[in-house]
């Protein structure tokens, strides 16, 4: 498509629950980023694939957080046994190589 | 850790005034791209600055790169309600994985 789409927009899920949320990114982008973005906190870094090397996770907060990318095109981020304090809205980007990010239109979970 | 400074966090001014916003760093990043987001949407680039000194122009928009390539500003003439959004200054590290600042809460009233 003409931008990076994210699934589900909003999400609202107990605690304890897992979800899954899933970025579609712009065709011929290499480069997939999930960032989390919390009020008053700016933009945090969770992890980045990059083509076919290994995915840098540092940016994931705890082994709760995983997120795959199949085929070099769709990513889901999982978050499993969510807490409260996970409530955010989660962002996706895409680019080419060296380029400059295209952002989705996030997923806003709310975990009560 | 590389960390971005963005000031003021807020602002609020009147249709038709100029403003400045400032993004600063401890740390040299290779290049350096600022945002602009709208409520209940992702970040869209403005621009991305490279050489140190740099000065970039887009319409009513002006970015500065540091001659050090550690801080960057932002200044917008004769500002309009439709800039009003939040403004967000990024590094670019090791494998092109961004540093945000917190960002500029800019509301410009009519």
């Known amino acids: 498509g003409a931008g990076v789409s994210q699934s589900p927009s909003n999400k609202v899920t107990e605690k304890g629950k897992d979800v899954e949320l899933r970025c579609d990114p712009i065709?011929?982008?290499?480069?997939l980023y999930w960032y989390r973005q919390s009020l008053g906190q700016g933009l945090e870094f969770l992890i980045y694939f990059q083509g076919n090397s290994a995915p840098d996770k540092s940016g994931l907060p705890s082994d709760r957080f995983s997120a795959e990318r199949t085929g070099g095109s769709v990513s889901t981020l999982t978050i499993q046994r969510t807490q409260q304090e996970d409530s955010a809205v989660y962002l996706c980007a895409s680019s080419k190589t060296g380029g400059g990010y295209t952002f989705g239109s996030g997923t806003r979970l709310t975990v009560v | 850790t590389q960390l971005l400074e963005q000031s003021p966090q807020f602002l609020s001014i009147q249709e038709g005034e100029n403003l400045t916003v400032y993004c600063n760093s401890s740390?040299?990043?290779?290049?350096l791209q600022w945002y602009r987001q709208e409520p209940g949407e992702g970040p869209v680039l403005l621009v991305t600055v490279v050489t140190g000194g740099e000065v970039k122009k887009l319409k009513r928009l002006t970015f500065q790169f540091g001659d050090a390539r550690k801080d960057s500003s932002l200044h917008i003439t004769a500002a309009q309600p439709g800039d009003t959004g939040l403004y967000l200054c990024?590094?670019?590290?090791?494998?092109?994985?961004?540093?945000f600042g917190k960002g500029t809460l800019l509301t410009v009233n009519p």
């Open positions: 990024a590094g670019v590290g090791s494998n092109y994985k961004l540093t």
């Open positions: 740390s040299v990043f290779s290049s």
């Open positions: 065709s011929g982008h290499t480069a």
